[in-house]
């Protein structure tokens, strides 16, 4: 790799990125912090060692454990669910002629205006009628599928040329089969582009299961790591340990797939 | 007989499996979409009319509701809960919008150049986005503890005397519009930078030898190519702004002395705090209407770019 010579923007661009990771730098640090130096004045600005009081509180005497499993399976039926019920609607809207489709994409996308605080109230009333508020259920069935998802996978398919499925049309395969085993295969950047968005939403959503849940064994993390700050407001360490918690699993699936996070996010800008 | 479509001579035969085809292809379009189109429609066409419905009513999400009309409307306006919720949402949207999309351009500009470490300060301007707002709200509370935080330590250091953040009226709201801001400008770093891709270089180059400065490029190439991502981003910020609410609740409650109730705020309060579901019914769909007008002024003035 050819070395790139010194630039002065060095000067501009470190301070500035220092300063948006401080905060995050400061959540690691302070929750291997021990109570006694937070809680003197005025507190520690660096830890003397690393003391894991605070996870072993929060991985033991409280329900973190029991929260980041609830939370997990939300995101991952959540997830699974747009990739699937997505990409037979856009596959759907894309391909197939049939009688009403336009109008109820039309109605579909123009769903995506609709502000969550409009449709909130009636949408815990349905689910108090199906029995399902203060379950997994609540916070699983609105999330199912998005019109987000359905429009993002029928974008993708139209840019694919009709050729590829031709061959298959002729010799008689189904759509079904044609989905699954042609067009999918092609299709990675939209299943991952559905993939993070949904994971994001449902993992950091807060709202929906403030209204929909109420007994501390349903939380979500969110909902637990709020709930847990509120009680435990002397105990830092463990809070910002219980933070930490919260925020890594989102961190690490941004470093790790970061290209495809950056893409899916800027795609909903420069298409939007 | 077959019949002559063109130079084609077409089978009956084929022709009625064509029609059968069509047939099932039009039942297999239905049973693709319809899971997508019960719970889509279902969960936003019907609470949509509900909402309606219950503006119109007293209800506790109980018993049965009544119908009153235009009571609950009449009384937001005369309501200064709501006015204020109102005013503190506003001063949020015009500081927290003007302010992320401008940096955010501002920064992309930085990081549009190939130098060393140019990836790691991307990541590290980005990162915050992807944090939970309850992660946000929790770890400000900390750091912004009067008495156990790090930024009055600070201060401290500093011989600046110390601050009482969430505690003080006069401050809470602004530290809201902060935090979003290292939070939300992530966002329009990476959408401006990639438009910024798309900012024709053979135009800057004209530009460039016509004379003009890295400002009179910025001022008539960079800019103007860039609009509908501007756009894009205030209608966008623009409408999360007017929709804060996780972050509030994590932070403040709408405190101190109401000085942060925001409408969402105000909206959860009464629809599951105070039991008055058709009162926050009403508030929500005057903040859906306002919303709705902001959404269709600036695709209005988008178009109109666009046809330029």
Same mark, same amino acid.
């Given at each position: 790799?050819?070395?790139?010579?010194?630039?002065?923007?060095? %000067?501009?661009?470190?301070?500035?990125?220092?300063?948006?990771?401080?905060?995050?730098?400061?959540?690691?640090?302070?929750?291997?912090?021990?109570?006694?130096?937070? =809680?003197?004045?005025?507190?520690?600005?660096?830890?003397?060692?690393?003391?894991?009081?605070?996870?072993?509180?929060?991985?033991?005497? &409280?329900?973190?454990?029991?929260?980041?499993?609830?939370?997990?399976?939300?995101?991952?039926? &959540?997830?699974? &669910?747009?990739?699937?019920?997505?990409?037979?609607?856009?596959?759907? %809207?894309?391909?197939?002629?049939?009688?009403?489709?336009?109008?109820?994409?039309?109605?579909?996308?123009?769903?995506?205006?609709?502000?969550?605080?409009?449709?909130?109230?009636?949408?815990?009333?349905?689910?108090?009628?199906?029995?399902?508020?203060?379950?997994?259920?609540?916070?699983?069935?609105?999330?199912?599928?998005?019109?987000?998802?359905?429009?993002?996978?029928?974008?993708?398919?139209?840019?694919?040329?009709?050729?590829?499925?031709?061959?298959?049309?002729?010799?008689?395969?189904?759509?079904?089969?044609?989905?699954?085993?042609?067009?999918?295969?092609?299709?990675?950047?939209?299943?991952?582009?559905?993939?993070?968005?949904?994971?994001?939403?449902?993992?950091?959503?807060?709202?929906?299961?403030?209204?929909?849940?109420?007994?501390?064994?349903?939380?979500?993390?969110?909902?637990?790591?709020?709930? %847990?700050?509120?009680?435990?407001?002397?105990?830092?360490?463990?809070?910002?340990?219980? =933070?930490?918690?919260?925020?890594?699993?989102?961190?690490?699936?941004?470093?790790? &797939?970061?290209?495809?996070?950056?893409?899916?996010?800027?795609?909903?800008?420069?298409?939007? | 007989? /077959?019949?002559?479509? !063109?130079?084609?001579?077409?089978?009956?035969?084929?022709?009625?499996?064509?029609?059968?085809?069509?047939?099932?292809?039009?039942?297999?379009?239905?049973?693709?979409?319809?899971?997508?189109?019960?719970?889509?429609?279902?969960?936003?066409?019907?609470?949509?009319?509900? +909402?309606?419905?219950?503006?119109?009513?007293?209800?506790?999400?109980?018993?049965?509701?009544?119908?009153?009309?235009?009571?609950?409307?009449?009384?937001?306006?005369?309501?200064?809960? $709501?006015?204020?919720?109102?005013?503190?949402?506003?001063?949020?949207?015009?500081?927290?919008?003007?302010?992320?999309?401008?940096?955010?351009?501002?920064?992309?500009?930085?990081?549009?150049?190939?130098?060393?470490?140019? !990836?790691?300060?991307?990541?590290?301007?980005?990162?915050?986005?992807?944090?939970?707002?309850? /992660?946000?709200?929790?770890?400000?509370?900390?750091?912004?503890?009067?008495?156990?935080?790090?930024?009055?330590?600070?201060?401290?250091?500093?011989?600046?005397?110390?601050?009482?953040? $969430? +505690?003080?009226?006069?401050?809470?709201?602004?530290?809201?519009?902060?935090?979003?801001?290292?939070?939300?400008?992530?966002?329009?770093?990476?959408?401006?930078?990639?438009?910024?891709?798309?900012?024709?270089?053979?135009?800057?180059?004209?530009?460039?030898?016509?004379?003009?400065?890295?400002?009179?490029?910025?001022?008539?190439?960079?800019?103007?190519?860039?609009?509908?991502?501007?756009?894009?981003?205030?209608?966008?910020?623009?409408?999360?702004?007017?929709?804060?609410?996780?972050?509030?609740?994590?932070?403040?409650?709408?405190?101190?002395?109401?000085?942060?109730?925001?409408?969402?705020?105000?909206?959860?309060?009464?629809?599951?705090?105070?039991?008055? /579901?058709?009162?926050?019914?009403?508030?929500?769909?005057?903040?859906?209407?306002?919303?709705?007008?902001?959404?269709?002024?600036?695709?209005?003035?988008?178009?109109?770019?666009?046809?330029?």
């Amino acid at each position: 790799m050819k070395r790139l010579p010194f630039s002065a923007w060095h %000067f501009v661009l470190a301070p500035l990125a220092l300063l948006f990771a401080l905060p995050l730098v400061w959540l690691l640090v302070s929750s291997v912090m021990s109570n006694a130096e937070i =809680n003197r004045f005025p507190p520690a600005l660096w830890p003397h060692g690393i003391n894991l009081g605070g996870y072993r509180y929060v991985l033991g005497n &409280a329900l973190f454990p029991r929260w980041f499993l609830n939370s997990f399976i939300v995101s991952a039926v &959540a997830v699974t &669910a747009n990739l699937v019920l997505g990409s037979l609607g856009g596959y759907a %809207f894309a391909r197939i002629r049939f009688a009403g489709s336009k109008v109820v994409l039309g109605l579909m996308l123009a769903t995506m205006v609709i502000p969550f605080q409009l449709t909130m109230i009636p949408t815990f009333l349905v689910m108090k009628e199906l029995g399902l508020i203060d379950t997994l259920g609540a916070l699983i069935v609105p999330s199912l599928v998005t019109p987000l998802s359905v429009f993002l996978f029928r974008q993708f398919f139209v840019s694919l040329p009709r050729e590829l499925e031709e061959a298959a049309w002729i010799d008689g395969c189904g759509r079904l089969r044609i989905l699954i085993s042609i067009v999918l295969p092609l299709a990675r950047p939209a299943l991952s582009t559905v993939a993070v968005l949904t994971f994001l939403a449902t993992w950091n959503d807060l709202t929906w299961p403030l209204i929909a849940i109420n007994s501390d064994s349903t939380y979500t993390l969110q909902l637990g790591l709020t709930t %847990f700050q509120g009680q435990h407001h002397t105990q830092w360490a463990a809070v910002m340990a219980g =933070n930490v918690i919260t925020v890594l699993p989102v961190l690490l699936g941004f470093l790790l &797939a970061q290209k495809a996070f950056i893409r899916s996010l800027a795609s909903t800008g420069l298409k939007g | 007989m /077959a019949s002559v479509v !063109g130079t084609f001579t077409v089978d009956p035969r084929s022709r009625a499996a064509a029609k059968r085809r069509a047939r099932t292809e039009g039942a297999t379009g239905w049973a693709f979409v319809s899971p997508s189109v019960v719970i889509i429609l279902g969960l936003s066409v019907v609470p949509v009319l509900w +909402s309606l419905l219950l503006s119109f009513q007293v209800n506790d999400l109980v018993s049965p509701s009544e119908w009153v009309g235009l009571a609950n409307y009449k009384a937001l306006l005369k309501d200064p809960t $709501f006015g204020s919720a109102v005013s503190h949402t506003l001063i949020y949207t015009v500081l927290y919008v003007p302010l992320s999309v401008i940096a955010g351009l501002a920064i992309a500009i930085a990081l549009d150049r190939k130098i060393a470490f140019i !990836g790691l300060y991307r990541t590290l301007v980005f990162v915050p986005f992807v944090v939970s707002a309850a /992660a946000q709200g929790v770890l400000f509370s900390f750091v912004l503890d009067p008495e156990f935080g790090v930024a009055n330590s600070v201060l401290h250091k500093l011989g600046l005397p110390a601050q009482g953040f $969430f +505690s003080d009226p006069g401050q809470a709201l602004y530290l809201l519009v902060a935090i979003s801001l290292w939070s939300g400008t992530g966002f329009c770093v990476i959408v401006y930078l990639a438009g910024l891709q798309g900012v024709s270089s053979e135009l800057v180059e004209a530009a460039r030898i016509d004379g003009a400065g890295r400002w009179g490029v910025l001022r008539h190439v960079t800019l103007p190519a860039l609009t509908p991502v501007t756009i894009f981003l205030v209608l966008f910020q623009t409408i999360n702004a007017l929709q804060v609410f996780d972050l509030v609740f994590v932070t403040t409650k709408g405190g101190p002395l109401g000085s942060t109730t925001v409408i969402v705020y105000f909206i959860w309060e009464k629809a599951f705090k105070t039991f008055t /579901a058709g009162y926050s019914a009403a508030a929500a769909y005057t903040l859906a209407v306002a919303l709705l007008v902001v959404g269709v002024v600036l695709q209005v003035y988008r178009r109109r770019v666009a046809s330029r």
